[in-house]
């Protein structure tokens, strides 16, 4: 076997791919807005990597969010999830806009389609790296003196747990006429032990360094949530820098500092919100990746994923063709390392995208003045990296 999956990234038990290479069966589910125009370039990405590479692609296009409502009247359609359950990874896009704001809450696109998705097939594990190239740091909110070799730090984030999917969830309307909302919070043991393994392998790959995020100075769950990191990481992880930092403060050292941390692993909503931050200073958010992957293990004995860019559907530009498809490529880079085995292919993405980026070729997102070009030539200029 050719150990060709030297992963930066994700437990180290996902094994290396066996030769020859494998057919790339995956669902493509592009979305709203500007999902379908950074997921087309990012395809062609992929085409040209695979007529190199000799890798045989397997995908087949559905609709999901508000395109779902549109042609099958649900975000999440049957036929969609089917698609996804006989694929071995799925390349997300994003959805949701304007167009299916006024639908019951539950019904809207982001809770109706993507939250189903990530439950359903146990997502658990939301990997968001958090990279700004050192060419690229005036892209950045942040002072380029507080940052000057850029930022790489890593998000590991919680994603079928806590408050998003704690029941009861329900408003009523009480006796004396006041509504009143409940949302709740719930971790289980087994749950943060889960999430932590991903987090210590993806530490151990990198700097060693692991900071645990929690607010366990009012919440209940993330007393738990301290403690069993504290244990789980004394007996299974000495070899780590471990660190545990409140919410509040880790969002003030995230902008005061960002490369004190190295990997951080926090629960549901605080990776939703920390990963937010950390797209911001990273200079935009098309330029940010993330798999989430799950317990489930694809046909090949690999993770089963979602891939996806972690910025939005972008509705004031889509139609226009300048989007930033770079985050939806690097998207398609983590899903051959991991759901595929194929890291070295996987760098080879990740290398055109930066050469490319740092070469000059930028969208208007990251361009802050200097010429800029739309989603078709971004991607040319990758391809031709590559
Ligand atoms: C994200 C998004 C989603 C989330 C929304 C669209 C439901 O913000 O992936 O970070 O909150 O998880
Ligand atoms: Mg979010």
Not at 175 to 181: F, L, P
């Amino acid at each position: 076997m050719e150990d060709n999956a030297c992963l930066p990234l994700g437990p180290a038990a996902w094994q290396p791919v066996r030769f020859p290479m494998p057919t790339l069966k995956f669902a493509v589910l592009a979305g709203d807005y500007i999902g379908p125009e950074v997921m087309t370039e990012a395809l062609r990405v992929l085409e040209h990597v695979a007529q190199q590479e000799n890798l045989t692609l397997s995908y087949t296009k559905a609709d999901v969010g508000g395109a779902g409502i549109d042609n099958h009247g649900k975000a999440l359609p049957d036929s969609t999830l089917k698609l996804c359950e006989q694929s071995d990874a799925i390349l997300f896009g994003s959805v949701g806009g304007p167009k299916w704001e006024k639908l019951p809450p539950k019904e809207q696109p982001e809770r109706a389609a993507l939250l189903p998705l990530r439950k359903h097939f146990t997502l658990f594990a939301n990997i968001r790296p958090g990279l700004l190239y050192r060419e690229l740091t005036d892209a950045s909110p942040l002072k380029t003196e507080r940052i000057p070799d850029g930022i790489d730090i890593v998000c590991i984030r919680e994603l079928t747990g806590g408050v998003y999917f704690g029941l009861p969830k329900t408003t009523t309307t009480l006796a004396d006429g006041d509504v009143q909302s409940i949302d709740t919070m719930v971790y289980k043991k087994s749950e943060i032990e889960r999430i932590l393994q991903v987090a210590i392998t993806t530490a151990r790959a990198r700097k060693k360094k692991l900071c645990s995020v929690d607010k366990a100075n009012v919440l209940e769950t993330s007393v738990l949530w301290r403690k069993t990191v504290t244990e789980y990481c004394a007996k299974h992880a000495p070899d780590l820098a471990l660190s545990h930092m409140y919410v509040d403060n880790a969002a003030m050292q995230l902008a005061r500092d960002p490369n004190q941390f190295d990997v951080f692993v926090t629960e549901n909503m605080f990776g939703d919100i920390l990963s937010d931050e950390m797209a911001v200073i990273c200079g935009s958010l098309g330029m940010l990746s993330s798999a989430s992957l799950g317990a489930g293990k694809n046909s090949l004995g690999l993770p089963f994923g979602l891939y996806e860019p972690a910025g939005g559907t972008a509705p004031d530009i889509a139609g226009k063709g300048i989007a930033n498809p770079c985050a939806q490529i690097l998207s398609v880079a983590l899903m051959l390392r991991f759901s595929f085995g194929l890291d070295a292919i996987a760098k080879r993405i990740e290398t055109a995208v930066r050469s490319a980026v740092t070469g000059g070729t930028r969208t208007g997102d990251i361009a802050f003045g200097k010429p800029s070009v739309g989603t078709r030539a971004m991607a040319d200029a990758i391809i031709a990296n590559l």
